[in-house]
């Protein structure tokens, strides 16, 4: 997968620079801990870490494409085309020449052939830089649906890119601020597109390139959703989608590493891993390998709510059986989710405290126990926002209300297990500088400004292919975020079947009506897999990730903040409320503080570990 940054400076020789650059590529150790390795040239510095899982021998980066003792193209690359083999057989056709098996060089010949257009003939996941020698111009690209991350911050003579914001945060010339826009975006469970929170950088938007020359810098767009007028009956969509998701996990199974998937027992994991066996079983290769995340006693006590009506465990085991996958569970303790170690492992790897507390936690230490065994998973995220598995697709009152419907469901807390919002023990006078509620208004008219409608879309179909928007484009990035940095942070490549951009154009045309064409949630996936699941795993209601319902972590929590609170030192101090603060410590408080203790207790360490400074 690999970690990638990079320096252009029109105005410095960064030949002599080494030393910065290779500051800034360490940053990026954690992404790629098989390789390091540095490109100079006169205005253009390179690093690249790597996290090999493709020609291990011969796939070594950055990596350059030369003629006649002239190098043509240079690039530091993340991430993997799954479409490469038909792309290097094309490109030999047309006289292409390749010294090694690995996709990175595919990507060279393909620019050198194509242009910067060769982005729209990529199928993967990918974010890179590309630097021609001949035009002095470096070219950013990401993939469709922002499946891997990349950040730049503009220079007055170039620009400073990377993975992550800590590879440009490591350049001397860069402090870390934080506006007020920049910690409404953190605090708000929005994700607004190009926004990176700190002052000055930027997101490359998910099918964005950013060109960078002398003449400053260039942004296009070269894929978005479009509207398309969707021809085919029910069967027919049900046999497409099917098709396109065997052939899509067969592409993401390629790997010269040990592969796995991912297993909560939910439809969207159990169908990656049941199609995963099938194909595997076709190639004559072993049986699938399976992970599932668990919490002590978990099961056996399991309290239902309105999220979660059923424990991941019985179903996870259901579909291993069912498939007889190699599974695993990985349970995890109170103790270790507060271990103070792996919340900062969370928090470096995050590079801010905008997460989902134990969630993230677990979610680090899943990751981690997985990568002990296999270097590349595949997950079912993604599905809920591509079929509409989420509840409040399917609540009148979120889906009409005025703002984004996961916020009108009050999901920041409750995802969190809890109901409490996040902002609870903020400071009055801040949150009225922010101004959360209006900076989500907002940000969530620009989103709707965006949407691309048919003729006839009216109505329901009207908004939910509004509702299909929002969470294709800022929904998910907030979960595909999440998921990359807490697996990057240990080695592991997470491959994501259901953000193929194939399928993504494909559901998002498909009316509403047949999303639900059995009155129930995700209809067209169980439809698509069902012969391939057992019927327990197939009829499950949809249940997010798991969050610790153990009472002993609330508690755990509640001391922290007790002990924050009397720190005159903590540097989160001055943004709280002291007196819902001591609300929330005293002896025998019983009201729900936990996803605002998680984000206060997140936002003091970040503060003190980063240096960071809040320009309000």
Known sequence: MCGITGWISYDTDLTTRRPT?????????????????????????????????????????PMAVEHGGRTLIVT???????????????????????????????????????????????????????WDPRTEQLLLIRDRMGIKPLYYYPTSDGVLFGSEPKAILAHPSVRPAVDAEGLAELITFTKTPGHAVYKGMYEVRPGQTVRVGRGGITVKRYWALEAREHTDGLDTTVAHIRELLDDIVARQLIADVPLCTLLSGGLDSSAITALAAGALAAQGGGPVRSFAVDFTGYTENFTPDDLRGTPDGPYAHALAEHVRSDHRDIVLDTAALMDPGHRAAVLAARDLPNGFGD?????????KAVREQSTVALSGESADEVFGGYRWFHDPESVHADTFPWIAAGLAGRFAGGNATR????????????????????????????V?????????QRRMREISYLHLTRFVQILLDRKDRASMAVGLEVRVPFCDHRLVEYVF????????????????????TRDVLPGLVADRVKSPYPSTQDPHYNEALRTELKALAADRDAPVRPLLDSGA?????????????????????????WLRTTGTTLEL
Not at 428 to 450: M, S
Not at 452 to 460: A, C, E, K, S
Request: glycine content about 10%.
């Open 76 to 130: 530091t690359y993340s991430g993997e085309v799954y479409n490469y083999r038909e792309l290097r057989e094309e490109l030999a056709g047309l006289g292409h020449t390749f010294r090694t098996h690995s996709d990175t060089e595919v990507v060279l010949h393909a620019y050198l052939q194509w242009g910067e257009a060769f982005a729209e003939r990529l199928n993967g996941m990918y974010a890179f830089a590309l």
């Open 452 to 460: 691309p409608y048919l003729d006839g879309d009216t109505g329901l």
């Open 509 to 528: 045309n498909t009316p509403w009506s047949m999303k639900t064409f059995d009155g129930r949630e995700k209809s067209l996936l169980r439809a698509a």
């Open 21 to 61: 650059l290779e500051a800034m590529t360490r940053t990026m150790a954690c992404r790629g801990p098989d390789a390091a390795g540095t490109w100079l040239d006169t205005h253009a510095a390179l690093g690249h870490r790597r996290l090999a899982v493709i020609d291990i021998e011969g796939g070594k980066q």
């Open 359 to 367: 969630g993230d936690t677990s979610l680090y230490l899943l990751f």
């Open 581 to 605: 603060v001591t609300e929330a410590t005293a002896e025998g408080a019983a009201h729900d503080i936990r996803p605002a203790a998680e984000l206060v207790l997140g936002m003091d360490a």
């Open 423 to 450: 902002e609870a023990l903020l400071d009055h006078g801040l949150l009225a500088k922010l101004d959360l509620r209006g900076y989500q208004d907002r940000r969530y008219r620009e989103a709707l400004a965006e």
